[in-house]
């Protein structure tokens, strides 16, 4: 999957959203820390991916910082999680603290990806943008449930 269609890059975004509500009281640390790290991430692939969707005007600097960001958040992910901790509010799978050595691979393997987006210039970043995203997307299909956002009852 090297490269994808704007359109499915857009989907994707939306797909990587978190739940509406933004101020949660969690009971462990570690959840509220790997919490924050994730909606950094977010953050960050929001700029890119909104100079990359014409939606905001292409900064090289701003690009960089939001790459660097996730680069440094990315090598973070397996200590963030290293501590089992499960909670309501979590969407965290069990089959990380299961599969250890797979989910800190993924995290690997992110880092891989934002330390190859090329922040230069727009072109560049339109062709290696979408591998992160793919990055993302992987690991949170093999290890976070999708959140509830409509509740009908
Ligand atoms: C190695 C696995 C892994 C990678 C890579 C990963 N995530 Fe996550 N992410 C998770 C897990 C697990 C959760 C659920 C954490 C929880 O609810 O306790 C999560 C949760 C999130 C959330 C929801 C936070 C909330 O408010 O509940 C966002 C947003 C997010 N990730 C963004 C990203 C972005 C953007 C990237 C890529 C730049 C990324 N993640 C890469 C595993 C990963």
Redesign the pocket.
């Known amino acids: 999957m090297k490269r994808l269609a704007l359109g499915a890059v857009l989907i994707l975004a939306t797909a990587?959203?978190?739940?509406a509500d933004a101020e949660k009281s969690f009971t462990h640390k570690e959840?509220r820390a790997?919490?924050e790290l994730?909606?950094s991430?977010?953050d960050a692939?929001e700029t890119l991916h909104q100079m990359m969707a014409g939606q905001r005007r292409f900064s090289a600097s701003e690009a960089s910082a939001a790459r660097r960001s996730?680069l440094r958040n990315?090598r973070k992910?397996p200590r963030a999680?290293r501590k089992e901790r499960m909670e309501p509010l979590?969407?965290?799978?069990p089959g990380?603290w299961l599969n250890r050595d797979d989910?800190d691979a993924?995290?690997k393997?992110?880092a891989k990806a934002?330390a190859a987006v090329k922040s230069q210039n727009l072109p560049a970043l339109r062709r290696t943008l979408p591998d992160?995203f793919h990055?993302?997307l992987s690991?949170?299909d093999a290890?976070?449930n999708r959140?509830r956002e409509f509740t009908t009852h």
């Open positions: 990587l959203s978190g739940p959840v790997r919490i994730m909606q991430n977010r692939l996730l990315l992910i999680f979590s969407n965290a799978r990380i989910f993924r995290a393997a992110a934002a992160l990055a993302c690991c949170h290890y976070r959140p």
